[in-house]
């Protein structure tokens, strides 16, 4: 029954198994939504609007992208006039300090927007709703 006089050999020194793929960071993926142009993967810049899928844009990035339809990436296709997103008024983040340690990371830890009512973060982690039109 064994190998090699004796030896009995375990089922995972017989089988091989496929390695599970590395799973992302889902804070820091909710983080980088949140925070960049989802056209240019850049920080976001102020005017700021949003499709009605919730994906966030630089408003600037945006014209661009439908001036010149090959930059635009596939999946904000769906974008076909700025009649298509509407503007965001945010609340800033008085706590927020834009400074950056190293080139291309972010800082997870503050936002720079607020919720005006709650006061809580917009870094993913609550939920968000954004009014198209007021009766006031």
């Known amino acids: 029954m064994g190998c090699d006089g004796g030896t009995i050999p375990r089922r995972d020194e017989l089988v091989r198994v496929k390695k599970k793929p590395e799973a992302k960071d889902k804070d820091a993926e909710l983080a980088f939504k949140w925070k960049c142009c989802a056209i240019t993967q850049e920080t976001l810049q102020e005017p700021i609007v949003m499709c ?44 927020y300090k834009n400074e950056r340690k190293k080139e291309g990371s972010l800082d997870s830890r503050a936002s720079p927007y607020i919720c005006p009512v709650l006061g809580l973060e917009m870094s993913g982690k609550f939920r968000f709703v954004s009014i198209n039109y007021c009766s006031i």
């Open 52 to 95: 009605h899928l919730g994906k966030l844009y630089s408003k600037m990035c945006l014209i661009e992208a439908l001036l010149d339809r090959s930059a635009l990436p596939e999946t904000c296709r769906h974008i076909k006039s700025l009649k298509d997103v509407k503007n965001l008024n945010l609340t800033k983040n008085p706590e």
